[in-house]
């Protein structure tokens, strides 16, 4: 019960990043790039307390960790710009398909070959990603908010593939963290017209279910099998898609939940086949990044 609450409460917090977001950018109580900044700060501040409690070597002057650092400025930049169009639900859709839709697809490239299962549940994926994205009526994705959450995603994408075997993995992202604030700060500045309300969603996002939800999440992952690892993350745009109608009165058109079905449904198809290699859609374990 107590691995089932605790699961739970990481799943919530990865959501509550699109909430969160959301409620401050398109609230007017943060610039997209400020908030970015404030979330990454709080965010490596947090991390970095915990390495220091747990009293492990923090690996900050290592080459992979410059990549690490870019990938993830790519993601922050790109999921904060997102959210100025974006409703909550339908940005962290679109950012979970495209993120395991590419992992898949890395893993196809340079790994064994994709089971027939894995192949059709990554295209059923794509076809529900396409529907999200594909501009028209019915309260679909506007395509510039789309646009720079499908940069969030490959940028997420690419910093989970980079991320893999690397010893720890609460460390490593400490790391990455910390190191990219200066990447940040070089292209936000200094944070500028900022609520009060725009500070404290910021330091929420960033330090709460930013860098405690990885935390749990680190400390929860060793528990779970690879295959529940996986599909419990499927779990994350659904929440987000409630917490948005929920808490900032988002609709929930028809279409949105046609999508989301087709996507969580094709994702939990491939991720649960018995042949998917690790490393594809549920990297090992100790290396599995969370979904933001």
């Not at 939800?213 to 680190?218: I, P």
């Amino acid at each position: 019960m107590r691995l089932i609450l605790l699961t739970c409460a990481t799943m919530t917090a990865f959501a509550a990043n699109s909430v969160l977001t959301r409620m401050a950018v398109d609230g007017g109580h943060i610039g997209p790039t400020d908030f970015a900044l404030l979330r990454v700060l709080s965010g490596a501040l947090v991390l970095w307390l915990i390495v220091l409690a747990r009293r492990t070597p923090l690996p900050l002057f290592r080459m992979r960790r410059l990549t690490g650092a870019l990938s993830l400025t790519v993601y922050m930049i790109g999921f904060s710009l997102a959210y100025i169009t974006l409703d909550a639900g339908l940005g962290a859709l679109i950012l979970f398909g495209v993120v395991q839709i590419s992992m898949f697809l890395h893993g196809a490239v340079t790994g064994t070959g994709p089971s027939k299962r894995q192949i059709a549940g990554a295209s059923v994926a794509f076809c529900g990603l396409m529907l999200a994205l594909w501009p028209g009526p019915g309260g679909r994705a506007d395509p510039t908010g789309a646009l720079f959450m499908v940069i969030a995603g490959l940028g997420w994408a690419a910093y989970t593939i980079g991320g893999r075997a690397r010893g720890d993995p609460l460390a490593a992202t400490g790391a990455n963290f910390i190191l990219c604030f200066p990447a940040l700060l070089l292209i936000a500045g200094l944070p500028g017209d900022v609520t009060p309300t725009g500070w404290i969603l910021a330091v929420l996002c960033g330090g709460l279910t930013s860098g405690l939800g990885y935390a749990l999440w680190y400390r929860v992952l060793p528990q779970l099998q690879q295959s529940v690892a996986a599909v419990v993350q499927l779990s994350v745009p659904v929440i987000a898609i409630a917490g948005g109608a929920a808490l900032l009165r988002e609709p929930v058109p028809l279409i949105v939940v046609l999508a989301a079905v087709l996507v969580l449904s094709g994702i939990a198809l491939a991720v649960t086949s018995r042949s998917s290699q690790a490393g594809h859609i549920a990297p090992r374990p100790t290396d599995q990044k969370p979904d933001p």
